[in-house]
């Protein structure tokens, strides 16, 4: 499985941007896919969760009430919307793939990785 996040930019607070991961080589039905992130400095952290019927996300208490996680298993995507961003959500974000159901905070679980897409926010 290949991922490929986009959507990334640079915006002001308050705004929003939805990033997406296209997944290429095998279907991607079958995996729980997530978000991290990766801030200046930081070390990568988990941000969002969705299982592979869509039916279930689970988010970080940072995010709640701002971004929400979807997939599209008919097109190989997965979605991240990110309203009222605030200068702290500035990182390079991951989309990832994993087999497994629990532990998906941890990111040693995950089978398969993009390679990022910056978001910046201005203050």
């Known amino acids: 499985v290949q991922l490929q996040a986009s959507g990334g930019g640079l915006v002001q607070a308050g705004g929003s941007l939805r990033l997406s991961c296209a997944a290429s080589?095998?279907?991607?039905?079958?995996?729980?896919m997530a978000w991290f992130r990766q801030g200046p400095g930081k070390e990568r952290e988990f941000v969002a969760r969705?299982?592979?019927?869509?039916?279930?996300?689970y988010y970080a208490d940072f995010v709640k009430g701002r971004f929400t996680i979807s997939r599209d298993n008919a097109k190989n995507m997965m979605y991240l919307q990110m309203d009222s961003l605030k200068p702290e959500d500035t990182a390079v974000y991951y989309c990832?793939?994993?087999?497994?159901?629990?532990?998906?905070?941890?990111?040693?679980?995950?089978?398969?990785w993009g390679q990022g897409t910056q978001v910046t926010v201005s203050s």
């Open positions: 080589g095998r279907t991607v039905a079958a995996y729980n």
């Open positions: 990832a793939a994993m087999r497994e159901f629990y532990y998906f905070t941890r990111s040693e679980k995950y089978d398969y």
């Open positions: 969705v299982t592979w019927s869509g039916g279930s996300t």
